[in-house]
């Protein structure tokens, strides 16, 4: 999916000819831009301030996401009252994020328990900024497929993850939004100051919706199958 897996693959099965091996990322038909509509009565059914800094992070919540992590930002965000955190998602550890936000009462942050497809994605075009997250113990690379909505979405992410995925380096060369490694809170909190320019927001913005154009795009995919 990723030329960090490619190298991976190759240090690890030395008997592989590198010529038999190739990059074919996740893929999906972009969007044009203007074909699904932001739902802005979805921020008021979820209580979301139309006036923060939105963050949304949907997919999967278990182990592989280091939700330690995740609820450690969520706990420095929390006197943050310009920033509102939305999750959508299910999994493993469903339950221990929906505790996690009961008991410290975290107000500036809600959990949702997944959404109809049409639904998620016209509510990502309503946020600000989108969020990967993965346990910083990862030795081998990993390329989340949810990164793809985001940037059709047109949204800047904001990834933290072990230092041993190219996730990360892909989105920062191509301005498409931030990386920290998985575990500093500071490194994460740094981030988010970024994105509280909005200049800095519609730059990103925009490269995420040129990335997946040029990049993920399933034309592209299909390419390199019939070209090999």
């Not at 979820?46 to 949304?56: D, F, N, R, T, V």
């Not at 339950?95 to 497809?117: D, G, M, R, T, Y």
């Not at 920290?180 to 100051?193: H, K, M, R």
């Amino acid at each position: 999916m990723s030329q960090a897996n490619v190298e991976y693959l190759l240090a690890h099965n030395p008997e592989i000819s590198q010529e038999k091996v190739h990059v074919n990322p996740n893929s999906i038909r972009p969007t044009p831009a203007d074909s699904i509509q932001p739902d802005k009565e979805l921020l008021k059914k979820y209580g979301i301030p139309e006036s923060s800094l939105k963050l949304i992070y949907g997919g999967n919540l278990g182990k592989p996401q280091g939700i330690d992590f995740m609820l450690d930002v969520l706990k420095a965000l929390s006197s943050q009252k310009d920033v509102f955190t939305l999750i959508v998602g299910d999994g493993t550890e469903y339950n221990k994020v929906a505790h996690f936000l009961e008991v410290e009462k975290i107000s500036n942050a809600k959990l949702v328990k997944s959404l109809p497809k049409d639904q998620y994605l016209a509510l990502l075009r309503t946020m600000d900024v989108s969020l990967i997250f993965l346990d910083h113990r990862f030795t081998i690379p990993n390329f989340p497929s949810r990164l793809l909505d985001y940037l059709d979405a047109s949204l800047p992410v904001i990834a933290a993850t072990d230092p041993v995925t190219d996730v990360g380096a892909v989105l920062e060369k191509a301005r498409a939004g931030l990386w920290c490694e998985s575990g500093s809170v500071n490194d994460f909190l740094a981030c988010i100051n970024v994105m509280k320019d909005v200049q800095h927001r519609v730059s990103y913005g925009i490269a995420a919706k040129e990335l997946v154009a040029s990049t993920f795009n399933a034309k592209r995919s299909a390419d390199i199958i019939l070209k090999l």
